[in-house]
């Protein structure tokens, strides 16, 4: 009896996702190299000897190795996939921008679908959702290959130095909090670590738009969970299938609200 071959994972839905949520959490590693620069600056305060030793390699190598890329070296990989962040108030550049674009038709027309007022022309705008999901699938698709694999190991390898350096104790003293939990900031919404962002917010030098108080960072922090949560299924559904677009109107819906909750608090 032979054994059926396993069917092959494909690992580029869930990198987009990901990849999308480090970028809308982008304000996360300007907080993470500012406070690899106080580390050295204030350095009676950086006692413990569980802060991670990448804290020095993030400030020393920042913009200088592969695995810790600057702001206009991530800004130059990012913008042509995913326009402008979603963790900065749109600008000039949002609206045309394809991934902003195309992204603005699907919400649209999820949310015309999830908050009509009569049940009538569903089948129309169900139609709507096919069709507004076609350009920015196939925006997405365009880009799968070589390039975006190799800015997804960029972006995770510094995203993966900063939230180390973040959910360190030693650096949560610092700021008089304690430390989030492992799975913070893309799985959990562990209070904690909106206590620290809100913290080094307030002591560092950083630019206004990542100057983030509590509440404002949870409600990014929703757009960044919930927009690689959709993506996947911009990625995979069946628009064929009544349910699995069901689903997805669900997930963009909730996506394109969370990103409209943050934009107004800001």
């Not at 300007?30 to 106080?38: K, P, Q, R």
């Not at 015309?112 to 699938?137: C, K, Y």
């Not at 809100?198 to 206004?208: D, T």
């Amino acid at each position: 009896m032979t054994t059926a071959a396993p069917v092959p994972v494909d690992s580029f839905p869930p990198t987009v996702g990901h990849l999308h949520a480090i970028w809308t959490l982008n304000c996360l590693t300007e907080i993470g190299y500012a406070i690899s620069v106080d580390f050295i600056t204030r350095p009676q305060l950086y006692l413990s000897d569980e802060i991670p030793n990448a804290i020095v390699d993030l400030r020393m190598l920042y913009g200088m190795n592969v695995l810790f890329p600057n702001t206009a070296q991530r800004q130059a990989m990012m913008m042509p996939i995913f326009g402008r962040s979603d963790g900065l108030m749109p600008d000039a550049s949002t609206g045309t921008a394809p991934f902003h674009s195309a992204r603005k038709k699907l919400v649209d027309a999820c949310i015309a679908f999830s908050e009509r007022a009569v049940d009538t022309g569903i089948a129309m705008l169900q139609d709507r959702v096919r069709s507004a999901l076609v350009p920015l699938r196939a925006h997405l698709e365009a880009l799968r290959g070589k390039s975006i694999g190799l800015t997804a190991e960029q972006m995770n390898a510094i995203s993966k130095t900063v939230v180390s350096i973040l959910q360190s104790p030693g650096v949560a003293k610092v700021f008089s909090v304690t430390p989030p939990d492992a799975s913070w900031p893309f799985e959990s919404n562990d209070a904690n670590g909106a206590k620290l962002v809100e913290g080094a917010s307030s002591e560092l030098p950083l630019s206004q738009e990542c100057k983030l108080g509590y509440t404002k960072f949870i409600l990014l922090q929703r757009v960044a969970q919930e927009g690689a949560r959709a993506l996947q299924l911009v990625l995979t559904t069946n628009p064929a299938s009544e349910q699995d677009l069901l689903a997805l109107i669900s997930k963009v819906y909730t996506w394109g609200t969370s990103l409209r909750d943050f934009q107004q608090a800001s």
